[in-house]
């Protein structure tokens, strides 16, 4: 894995609610895909939609925005958004940001830096 | 009476202000009028005169000279003089002037109206009113040198004052806390004549663990010497902050000084930046003092010109760019040293200047050593007759190992979409080994990528052929990182606001500018320095474990 892999989304439906599995990484490009698959795990008004984390190599800014366009989209449907996989550094920018304002964190993976 | 104004006095002596006498036959007897002034006790009238009014006697008019030169009381109708003084006498009705001579200086003079008798002045009058001059001029005269010498030593308290106030402003604004980046010593020396000369030096810190140094010299000595001084260091941190080539330092400094100077004050000045990690010093110089430089024994004075600050709008300056390799030093210092003199009126000059750097001592000592040099050469009874001020500057030859722990890699890189991630891989390469938690390295890394992405998209608009710089430097206490973009130069960090998820999720901001949000938040520093063209944002990390 590193930090030029493609970003890829891998969705599983699951009992109570879909898996977004994200990997590669989540920047500008992974905007469309991201929200793309979003809306399509979030048709059926699942209460609960989780994003795991644990394949990205590289998160920046604009993958952040991506992260925020969908939470909007989230809050709109009523849907609540878990965070999987984090490694401790992403955990850091989704702090710094205040997303964990508006997403669960699930327990941290083991540390793993950008690669 | 009126006192006469001493001799090296030309103020006009002035009317009194207290009420007249109203006494009848009263002998005018008035003291100059003074503000401080105790009037004092009123000598008793002379008997048996008609009371006048009394003329004050300007000091310029030729009667003070003449009546100076008089033996005894003079009548105002026997004078030849037709001086305004003597007009006024006669109008206003004074018969007789009495001069009181003490040492040879007309101290005072009675003025005396008519008798009341009507009858002229005698003879016995005239030697009665000599003999009475004769003992009053001397008291009079005493009194006026009490009140000259409390005069002066009121003005000699106001002087020390100001010498007081002088120092305190030199010394609140001379560095104390020093940088000391490893593998160099850097030594400062400011000695203050007795009246406070204009000197100061400074050291900065700047970006990309780099060091300013200053040192500089105000025309003028006393308070304003001081404030100027102030106001420069004020105005030179400011700028050395914002711009980083030293030649636009000074010329900023240049512009904003010579607006606000008092014409006839100037300010000599040499500014430096120091690279602890590679050891060159770029320096630039208005008009101040040249650096010595000594390497392996050779010393080398390191020409730079420019003209001293605040005396011309438009002053440019060369840079010049000097290696100090280890083992090398840079001698910096005012004129206070090159032109001490030997008590044979020998000056110590710019020759014995650089040749203090001979064989100097290399540890603290160094800078005591090289006063006692100039002392040896001055002599102890040597009263300085100007600020000495030294900054030292010594790469250690010897500590390999703090030599080893600086490094600096530069990368150049097309803007192209993504090309920030190059960036984050070089920076990974650079900091493998550092001692960085892995937090630590990702939060640079993180940082790193959205400060050239900005530079990429925002300076460069993904123009392949402009390159964004990318600068590590691992530092014993710091490692940082400097991106620098040619797109205009722009201040990016205190146009931007903190982004505001909630009105980002309310549709009332766009989803996206992290980005530099990001850059501030993920590492310990961040400066921004521009010089119009180039835009440099250093990123700084404290190294894990360090400061």
């Given at each position: 894995?590193?930090?030029?892999?493609?970003?890829?989304?891998?969705?599983?439906?699951?009992?109570?609610?879909?898996?977004?599995?994200?990997?590669?990484?989540?920047?500008?490009?992974?905007?469309?895909?991201?929200?793309?698959?979003?809306?399509?795990?979030?048709?059926?008004?699942?209460?609960?939609?989780?994003?795991?984390?644990?394949?990205?190599?590289?998160?920046?800014?604009?993958?952040?925005?991506?992260?925020?366009?969908?939470?909007?989209?989230?809050?709109?449907?009523?849907?609540?958004?878990?965070?999987?996989?984090?490694?401790?550094?992403?955990?850091?920018?989704?702090?710094?940001?205040?997303?964990?304002?508006?997403?669960?964190?699930?327990?941290?993976?083991?540390?793993?830096?950008?690669? | 009476?009126?006192?006469?104004?001493?001799?090296?006095?030309?103020?006009?002596?002035?009317?009194?202000?207290?009420?007249?006498?109203?006494?009848?036959?009263?002998?005018?007897?008035?003291?100059?009028?003074?503000?401080?002034?105790?009037?004092?006790?009123?000598?008793?009238?002379?008997?048996?005169?008609?009371?006048?009014?009394?003329?004050?006697?300007?000091?310029?008019?030729?009667?003070?000279?003449?009546?100076?030169?008089?033996?005894?009381?003079?009548?105002?109708?026997?004078?030849?003089?037709?001086?305004?003084?003597?007009?006024?006498?006669?109008?206003?009705?004074?018969?007789?002037?009495?001069?009181?001579?003490?040492?040879?200086?007309?101290?005072?003079?009675?003025?005396?109206?008519?008798?009341?008798?009507?009858?002229?002045?005698?003879?016995?009058?005239?030697?009665?009113?000599?003999?009475?001059?004769?003992?009053?001029?001397?008291?009079?005269?005493?009194?006026?040198?009490?009140?000259?010498?409390?005069?002066?030593?009121?003005?000699?308290?106001?002087?020390?004052?100001?010498?007081?106030?002088?120092?305190?402003?030199?010394?609140?604004?001379l560095p104390?806390d020093l940088p000391e980046p490893a593998g160099w010593r850097i030594r400062p020396h400011y000695?203050?004549?007795?009246?406070?000369?204009?000197d100061f030096y400074d050291v900065l810190d700047l970006p990309g663990g780099r060091l300013g140094l200053v040192i500089g010299d105000?025309?003028?000595?006393?308070?304003?010497?001081?404030?100027?001084?102030?106001?420069t260091r004020?105005?030179l941190r400011a700028a050395a902050q914002r711009l980083v080539d030293p030649a636009k330092v000074l010329a900023r400094v240049n512009?904003?000084?010579?607006?606000?100077?008092?014409?006839?004050?100037?300010i000599t000045c040499l500014y430096g930046v120091l690279d602890p990690a590679t050891g060159e010093f770029e320096f630039a110089n208005a008009g101040h003092d040249l650096p010595f430089v000594e390497a392996h024994g050779e010393i080398t004075e390191i020409d730079a010109r420019g003209m001293p600050l605040?005396?011309?709008?438009?002053s440019i300056y060369d840079k010049v760019t000097v290696q100090l390799d280890p083992g090398a030093r840079l001698l910096l210092y005012s004129d206070?040293i090159a032109?001490?003199?030997?008590?044979?009126?020998?000056?110590?000059?710019f020759?014995?200047t650089g040749d203090l750097l001979v064989?100097l001592p290399r540890d603290d000592?160094a800078v005591?050593?090289l006063?006692?040099?100039?002392?040896?050469?001055?002599?102890?009874?040597?009263?300085?007759?100007?600020?000495?001020t030294v900054v030292l500057v010594d790469r250690s030859a010897h500590d390999h190992?703090a030599v080893d722990q600086y490094s600096r890699r530069v990368?150049?890189?097309?803007?192209?979409?993504?090309?920030?991630?190059?960036?984050?891989?070089?920076?990974?390469?650079?900091?493998?080994?550092?001692?960085?938690?892995?937090?630590?390295?990702?939060?640079?890394?993180?940082?790193?990528?959205?400060?050239?992405?900005?530079?990429?998209?925002?300076?460069?608009?993904?123009?392949?052929?402009?390159?964004?710089e990318?600068a590590v430097t691992v530092r014993p206490d710091l490692?940082s990182?400097a991106?620098t973009?040619?797109?205009?130069?722009?201040?990016?960090?205190?146009?931007?606001?903190?982004?505001?998820?909630?009105?980002?999720?309310?549709?009332?901001?766009?989803?996206?500018?992290?980005?530099?949000?990001?850059?501030?938040?993920?590492?310990?520093?961040?400066h921004?320095t521009?010089d119009?063209?180039r835009?440099t944002?250093t990123?700084e990390?404290?190294?894990?474990?360090?400061?």
């Amino acid at each position: 894995m590193n930090i030029d892999d493609p970003f890829a989304v891998h969705v599983e439906p699951g009992h109570d609610g879909a898996r977004l599995a994200l990997s590669g990484r989540v920047d500008r490009d992974a905007e469309d895909d991201l929200l793309t698959a979003f809306a399509t795990v979030a048709e059926p008004e699942p209460a609960r939609v989780v994003l795991d984390f644990g394949d990205t190599t590289y998160i920046n800014s604009s993958g952040l925005a991506a992260i925020v366009a969908l939470l909007a989209d989230a809050g709109q449907r009523g849907i609540t958004v878990a965070a999987r996989g984090l490694t401790s550094h992403y955990r850091q920018l989704f702090e710094i940001t205040r997303l964990t304002d508006l997403v669960e964190v699930e327990p941290a993976p083991e540390p793993g830096g950008i690669t | 009476m009126t006192e006469a104004p001493p001799p090296q006095e030309d103020a006009a002596v002035g009317p009194a202000d207290s009420e007249p006498d109203r006494r009848p036959r009263r002998v005018w007897w008035r003291r100059r009028a003074r503000r401080d002034d105790d009037a004092g006790p009123t000598p008793a009238p002379a008997a048996g005169t008609r009371a006048v009014e009394p003329v004050d006697l300007p000091a310029n008019d030729p009667l003070l000279a003449y009546l100076a030169q008089a033996r005894g009381p003079v009548l105002v109708g026997d004078l030849e003089l037709r001086t305004p003084a003597v007009e006024r006498l006669r109008e206003a009705g004074v018969r007789m002037l009495v001069p009181l001579v003490a040492n040879a200086q007309l101290v005072g003079v009675v003025q005396l109206g008519d008798r009341l008798s009507e009858q002229d002045y005698s003879t016995a009058d005239r030697e009665l009113l000599e003999q009475l001059a004769g003992q009053a001029a001397p008291a009079l005269r005493v009194g006026q040198l009490v009140r000259e010498q409390q005069a002066e030593i009121r003005v000699r308290e106001r002087y020390e004052q100001e010498l007081q106030v002088a120092q305190l402003i030199q010394q609140r604004f001379l560095p104390t806390d020093l940088p000391e980046p490893a593998g160099w010593r850097i030594r400062p020396h400011y000695r203050a004549a007795r009246e406070v000369g204009g000197d100061f030096y400074d050291v900065l810190d700047l970006p990309g663990g780099r060091l300013g140094l200053v040192i500089g010299d105000v025309t003028d000595k006393g308070v304003p010497a001081a404030l100027v001084m102030a106001s420069t260091r004020s105005v030179l941190r400011a700028a050395a902050q914002r711009l980083v080539d030293p030649a636009k330092v000074l010329a900023r400094v240049n512009e904003e000084l010579v607006r606000d100077i008092p014409a006839r004050m100037f300010i000599t000045c040499l500014y430096g930046v120091l690279d602890p990690a590679t050891g060159e010093f770029e320096f630039a110089n208005a008009g101040h003092d040249l650096p010595f430089v000594e390497a392996h024994g050779e010393i080398t004075e390191i020409d730079a010109r420019g003209m001293p600050l605040a005396m011309l709008p438009g002053s440019i300056y060369d840079k010049v760019t000097v290696q100090l390799d280890p083992g090398a030093r840079l001698l910096l210092y005012s004129d206070g040293i090159a032109e001490a003199h030997a008590p044979d009126g020998e000056m110590f000059g710019f020759g014995r200047t650089g040749d203090l750097l001979v064989d100097l001592p290399r540890d603290d000592g160094a800078v005591d050593e090289l006063l006692a040099r100039l002392s040896a050469f001055t002599g102890p009874d040597w009263e300085q007759e100007d600020d000495v001020t030294v900054v030292l500057v010594d790469r250690s030859a010897h500590d390999h190992a703090a030599v080893d722990q600086y490094s600096r890699r530069v990368f150049h890189l097309p803007s192209t979409e993504g090309g920030e991630r190059d960036a984050i891989r070089l920076v990974q390469e650079v900091l493998a080994d550092v001692d960085l938690t892995d937090d630590r390295r990702d939060a640079l890394s993180t940082a790193v990528g959205e400060a050239v992405m900005n530079a990429m998209e925002h300076a460069h608009g993904h123009d392949p052929t402009k390159q964004v710089e990318v600068a590590v430097t691992v530092r014993p206490d710091l490692v940082s990182v400097a991106i620098t973009d040619e797109g205009g130069g722009d201040a990016l960090l205190d146009t931007v606001d903190d982004p505001d998820i909630d009105a980002k999720l309310r549709g009332e901001q766009t989803p996206r500018g992290w980005g530099l949000f990001l850059v501030r938040s993920l590492v310990d520093e961040v400066h921004e320095t521009s010089d119009g063209e180039r835009h440099t944002l250093t990123l700084e990390l404290t190294r894990d474990g360090a400061g």
